[in-house]
Every structure is written in C-alpha cells, then in structure tokens.
C-alpha cells in the first residue's frame, strides 16, 4: 500500500462538481481516501486528502488524468507520497525567464535590438522543445550584436516578479531553505534578482561585450538542459543535501531534466508537453501555492518585495 497526500488550491472556491469528478476519478484508480482537511484562507481555497492506493503503480496512472481535472476546473494539485521528506525540503532553484519573472529577457533584449519577431519565433521553438537549447541561445544572442549596455539597465527596470515568488521565497527562507537561480538566461538579470530576493546562488550565461556594446556572442560554457540539471546536483551536494530534500520549479523543455532531478519538480505555468512530463505542475494560482505543496502552515497571500 502506498500513501499520498492530494493537495488541490484554487484561486476561487473549489467547487461541489469538482469534488464528485475527483472522488470518481479516484474510486476509478482502486484510491480510498479519507475525510478532506480543508486549509482555505482568504484569496485561495485549498484541501489536503489524504488517499491509499494498493497498488504504487495507480499513483502514476492517474497522472494524465488529473491534469485534465486540473486544467478543466483551474485547481492546481500535486499527488505528494506522504512520507516526511515533505516538510524536510532544504533547497529550492528556480528557472528565471518566465518562472521567476514575467518576461523572457533575451525577447526584451531583442526588442530593444530591433528583431524582437525574429527572436520571439525562435524562443517559441526552443521552449517546446523543437530545436537544441544550444543551438536556439547562439542563434538568439547573434541577433543582440551592437546593444549597448545601457539597454540592459532599462530592461531590468521594468522587469517583474511573478505572483506569489517574493512570498514563496521569503517563507521558505524563514524555514532555513537554501535558494537558487538556474537560468539558461543571462548572468547579469539573475545576480540582479539574486541580490534583490536575498537569494544564495545564481548561474546564467555570460554576454560577450566589447566595450560597452555587445558582440552577439556567449562567453563560456553555455547554461543548457543538461547543464541545469548538473548544478542542481552540486548544489545539493554542497549544502549536504539528497536529491529528495530539493525543489525545482521551471517552465521550458530545457528546465526538464532539472525538475526531474529534483526529488520535487514542479512545471509552473508551463508549455503542455512540461507539465505532462514533470512529476507535478502547477498553471493557475500564483507560485506561493507551492507552499501548500510544501505542507507549509500560515498565511499565503501575495507580498512584494
């Protein structure tokens, strides 16, 4: 027998049809469940049902299928195994572009470039997987040659948080997580927003600049699916972690090795094929829902920062 615990959230209140489809879905797959533990606060309705499958393989069947409860009703849930490591999660990283913030920063470099569409295409093609990440970022940065560096500053002024993020961050460094940026995006937004949510770590990719102007080119090692999924993996070595104690959060088809390497990876507001191949996703509610995921008690109410 394998237990879990189903953790729904909406941004309205949950209503009595979903409950029945649920129960039935359930029922469907062999589940006993057992009374639902409602945690609603004001702004967001939320249960906890605790359920038993007899078979470990029905906990992954029903996978698919509560996606499509998800999206039909816009409650975000995760199927969590009931088992400590829940609460006992110690290091969460972040795709940037997106995820942490709204905007997909190389789109806005381009635009400020003057070849916002032909780049905006190719970002497309690259989040759903179509083309190498690698192949998309070179291609991408080409068209960035002779932005001038002042350019960056605008940008990263208007640049926004996603809702829920500053709250979601603050309350799981209050809990003593370790916080992280893993970014196939560019090393100068991330230290800036590393720096602004007091976070510990931040990798990107590196611009080439000549002077003050940009070459269109990348320096260094290229910040790719792979790659992600590598720092996840040193991170959690160094702060003497397992891969079950962290959590990823990301968006794109480069963020999938890493939010499958997480013990918790969680597709947020992601491209279809991400939430269909990540372990659990989230696409309605603002990301200090994930608290709930966490089994993190008290008020989740956005906060800016």
């Known amino acids: 027998m394998s237990k879990f615990v189903l953790c729904c959230v909406s941004t309205t209140a949950i209503k009595e049809s979903f409950h029945r489809e649920l129960t039935d879905l359930l029922n469907r797959h062999h589940a006993q469940t057992e009374k639902h533990i409602h945690l609603s606060q004001e702004g967001l309705w939320a249960l906890d049902m605790p359920v038993i499958f007899s078979d470990p393989n029905d906990a992954k069947n029903i996978k698919f299928e509560l996606i499509d409860l998800s999206n039909k009703y816009q409650v975000d849930m995760a199927l969590l195994p009931d088992h400590p490591s829940r609460t006992n999660r110690k290091l969460i990283v972040f795709d940037m572009d997106a995820t942490l913030i709204k905007q997909e920063v190389i789109n ?66 209050k809990l003593g997580y370790k916080t992280a940026i893993i970014s196939g995006g560019f090393k100068y937004f991330a230290e800036s927003f590393r720096e602004r949510l007091k976070m510990d770590y931040a990798f990107a990719n590196d611009l080439e600049w000549d002077g003050d102007v940009l070459t269109g080119r990348v320096s260094g090692p290229v910040v790719n699916a792979e790659e992600k999924a590598r720092l996840l ?10 891969l079950e104690q962290v959590v990823a959060v990301g968006d794109g088809a480069n963020d999938i090795p890493m939010l499958l390497t997480a013990g918790f990876g969680i597709a947020f507001h992601a491209k279809e094929k991400v939430k269909r191949t990540a372990n659990h996703q989230m696409g309605f509610g603002p990301m200090s829902i994930i608290l709930y995921f966490l089994g993190v008690p008290g008020d989740h109410r956005d906060e800016a920062i």
């Not at 993996?233 to 397992?242: G, P, Q, S, Y």
């Open 233 to 242: 993996k040193v991170l959690a070595e160094k702060e003497n972690l397992t």
């Open 108 to 173: 806005e470099l381009a635009d400020a470039n003057n070849v916002g569409d032909k780049v905006k295409e190719i970002t497309v093609r690259a989040m759903n997987g179509d083309m190498t990440f690698d192949e998309s970022l070179k291609t991408r940065v080409s068209f960035l040659k002779g932005l001038h560096r002042s350019k960056m500053e605008e940008i990263l002024a208007r640049l926004e948080l996603n809702p829920g993020v500053a709250k979601l961050i603050k309350e799981v460094q």
